[in-house]
């Protein structure tokens, strides 16, 4: 067996995690957990990206020997670099304010319809190609020389080397999913300079060895690669999706739910755009074809509120609440900023005339129920959009420890729930790192290897779909 260090960044914590791949064996072990803490600055909401490069240090040490490195994260943000390769600045947090209304400046130039015909992405406010709208007007852009989203910094900071990894790159409204390049009428039209991005990456290509400095605080041993991965943690995710066959859906579950299918080709119409579904690049050429849902953002906010309760006791009380009451939309924008989320679902579920969630365990309900129905609502458009009908929903990441939450879901979207695993952007990262170097086959190997070797759980529906219709029925008449 070979061991391969997954550093797997999440909006709220880093893990460096240590996979042991052999012929029929996986393993994963958490070597070091450190949190993700964002800082507010006068100038706004910034990454504390030191204290990542810190933790994923501490992590390579505690990890002990490895056969290569390789890293994923959240998508979008990114770092500037000068002429010298130094850092300008922390790199803005998606969640800064700084691009509220950018985007129909940016339509003013390239319209909605012409932007997603040409880069198939969603609309969200933080896409990389509003951030740079914003930036344009900052002094700090004109003497960047380099932009490297955040994986590609850390391996950076890690080899010297630069690059740019493609899964993550596809998040930028950058790329043209079709040619799995650069759409450069896109950018032209807008005035962004791709010479600032470094040559692009797939995920298996090398990225590099650890420098000796990297080297001497870490204790290993070298020469030690760095392997590109799906630095897109969402797309390592998806290649860690333990599935038979191409009929399946997927809900990547954490802070965001992003729910639906692997796909060969893009689905670039107009009612996918109007839908609002995005087409990121995934392993091997593949599309993930999904809807960004708020997630379990809106869970971690209450709970930060309320003081930290008993996450075990929380679920126990929604549990016994009375389902589907009340429901808010899960992927509304209104519930993207921090702080009062509590009293914002609760201001959500008044103005649209349902019963208001009054404890912790009735807002925990409402938010459980609201995600199941998101999931059923992005489900069923992503194979109506796509005419690819699926059988099973996989549930991975985070949620799928939550089995509420996947019981409710099995029960919205009327399909079986395989929940499992939990740490599958970890496992993807590993998965690809050990295929490179030539101990796993393909995806549908890869996926094979995963069934066999993790934990998995399965709920079958049931309940009465028409309660959920009902429920569906209230956002849409919002």
Same mark, same amino acid.
């Not at 709208?133 to 002094?139: F, L, N, P, Q, S």
């Not at 600032?196 to 690669?225: I, M, N, Y």
């Not at 630095?231 to 009929?247: L, N």
């Not at 992005?378 to 420890?401: E, K, M, T, W």
């Given at each position: 067996?070979?061991?391969?260090?997954?550093?797997?960044?999440?909006?709220?914590?880093?893990?460096?995690?240590?996979?042991?791949?052999?012929?029929?064996?996986?393993?994963?072990?958490?070597?070091?957990?450190?949190?993700?803490?964002?800082?507010?600055?006068?100038?706004?909401?910034?990454?504390?990206?030191?204290?990542?490069?810190?933790?994923?240090?501490?992590?390579?040490?505690?990890?002990?020997?490895?056969?290569?490195?390789?890293?994923?994260?959240?998508?979008?943000?990114?770092?500037?670099?000068?002429?010298?390769?130094?850092?300008?600045?922390?790199?803005?947090?998606?969640?800064?304010?700084?691009?509220?209304?950018?985007?129909?400046?940016?339509?003013?130039?390239?319209? #909605? =319809?012409? $932007?997603?015909? !040409?880069?198939? *992405?969603?609309?969200? &406010?933080?896409?990389?190609? /509003?951030? +740079? %709208?914003? @930036?344009?007007? #900052? =002094?700090? $852009?004109?003497? !960047?020389?380099? *932009?490297?989203?955040? &994986?590609?910094?850390?391996? /950076?900071? +890690? %080899?010297? @080397?630069?690059?740019?990894?493609?899964?993550?790159?596809?998040?930028?409204?950058?790329?043209? &999913?079709?040619?799995?390049?650069?759409?450069?009428?896109?950018?032209?039209?807008?005035?962004?300079?791709?010479?600032?991005?470094?040559?692009?990456?797939? &995920?298996?290509?090398?990225?590099?060895?650890?420098?000796?400095?990297?080297?001497?605080?870490?204790?290993?041993?070298?020469?030690?690669?760095?392997?590109?991965?799906?630095?897109?943690?969402?797309?390592?995710?998806?290649?860690?999706?333990?599935?038979?066959?191409?009929?399946?859906?997927?809900?990547?579950?954490?802070?965001?739910?992003?729910?639906?299918?692997?796909?060969?080709?893009?689905?670039?119409?107009?009612?996918?755009?109007?839908?609002?579904?995005?087409?990121?690049?995934?392993?091997?050429?593949?599309?993930?074809?999904?809807?960004?849902?708020?997630?379990?953002?809106?869970?971690?906010?209450?709970?930060?509120?309320?003081?930290?309760?008993?996450?075990?006791?929380?679920?126990?009380?929604?549990?016994?609440?009375?389902?589907?009451?009340?429901?808010?939309?899960?992927?509304?924008?209104?519930?993207?900023?921090?702080?009062?989320?509590?009293?914002?679902?609760?201001?959500?579920?008044?103005?649209?005339?349902?019963?208001?969630?009054?404890?912790?365990?009735?807002?925990?309900?409402?938010?459980?129920?609201?995600?199941?129905?998101?999931?059923?609502?992005?489900?069923?458009?992503?194979?109506?959009?796509?005419?690819?009908?699926?059988?099973?929903?996989?549930?991975?990441?985070?949620?799928?420890?939550?089995?509420?939450?996947?019981?409710?879901?099995?029960?919205?979207?009327?399909?079986?729930?395989?929940?499992?695993?939990?740490?599958?952007?970890?496992?993807?990262?590993?998965?690809?790192?050990?295929?490179?170097?030539?101990?796993?086959?393909?995806?549908?190997?890869?996926?094979?290897?995963?069934?066999?070797?993790?934990?998995?759980?399965?709920?079958?529906?049931?309940?009465?779909?028409?309660?959920?219709?009902?429920?569906?029925?209230?956002?849409?008449?919002?």
């Amino acid at each position: 067996m070979k061991a391969y260090a997954a550093v797997d960044l999440g909006a709220s914590s880093g893990r460096v995690m240590v996979g042991r791949v052999g012929p029929d064996a996986l393993e994963l072990t958490e070597a070091h957990r450190f949190p993700n803490r964002p800082v507010r600055v006068p100038e706004g909401l910034r990454w504390d990206v030191l204290s990542l490069y810190a933790g994923v240090l501490d992590g390579l040490r505690a990890a002990g020997p490895v056969d290569s490195v390789g890293i994923d994260s959240w998508a979008v943000d990114y770092g500037l670099l000068d002429a010298d390769g130094a850092l300008l600045g922390n790199p803005v947090h998606y969640r800064d304010a700084r691009t509220e209304g950018v985007a129909e400046k940016v339509w003013a130039t390239v319209p #909605a =319809a012409e $932007l997603y015909a !040409a880069t198939g *992405l969603q609309y969200a &406010p933080f896409n990389t190609l /509003y951030q +740079l %709208t914003v @930036e344009a007007c #900052a =002094a700090r $852009l004109a003497q !960047a020389r380099r *932009l490297l989203l955040i &994986p590609d910094l850390l391996s /950076y900071w +890690l %080899t010297g @080397e630069q690059g740019t990894e493609l899964t993550n790159a596809s998040t930028t409204q950058l790329i043209d &999913p079709r040619t799995g390049d650069w759409s450069y009428g896109v950018a032209a039209r807008l005035g962004i300079d791709l010479e600032l991005f470094a040559p692009l990456r797939r &995920p298996g290509d090398p990225a590099g060895l650890l420098r000796s400095q990297v080297l001497e605080e870490t204790g290993l041993t070298g020469p030690v690669p760095v392997t590109t991965v799906g630095s897109h943690d969402t797309a390592s995710a998806v290649a860690a999706v333990p599935a038979v066959g191409e009929h399946f859906a997927y809900i990547c579950t954490g802070t965001w739910s992003l729910a639906g299918l692997e796909l060969t080709a893009p689905v670039l119409g107009e009612e996918s755009r109007v839908a609002n579904f995005t087409n990121e690049l995934g392993l091997d050429g593949t599309v993930r074809y999904l809807r960004n849902i708020m997630g379990l953002w809106l869970l971690q906010e209450c709970v930060r509120a309320w003081g930290d309760p008993d996450l075990g006791g929380l679920l126990r009380d929604a549990a016994a609440a009375p389902g589907l009451r009340s429901v808010v939309d899960a992927g509304d924008a209104a519930f993207l900023a921090p702080g009062r989320m509590p009293e914002r679902i609760a201001e959500a579920c008044r103005a649209s005339g349902q019963p208001v969630p009054r404890t912790p365990g009735e807002i925990t309900r409402c938010i459980l129920d609201s995600l199941a129905l998101a999931h059923r609502r992005a489900i069923a458009d992503a194979q109506r959009l796509a005419d690819h009908p699926v059988d099973v929903v996989h549930i991975v990441g985070g949620g799928a420890r939550n089995a509420l939450l996947c019981r409710l879901t099995a029960d919205a979207c009327g399909l079986p729930v395989v929940a499992g695993p939990t740490e599958a952007a970890a496992l993807g990262n590993v998965l690809v790192q050990a295929r490179a170097h030539g101990l796993a086959g393909d995806r549908a190997d890869m996926r094979r290897l995963l069934a066999r070797t993790q934990p998995l759980t399965r709920y079958e529906p049931r309940g009465d779909a028409e309660r959920w219709r009902e429920a569906e029925a209230r956002l849409a008449v919002r």
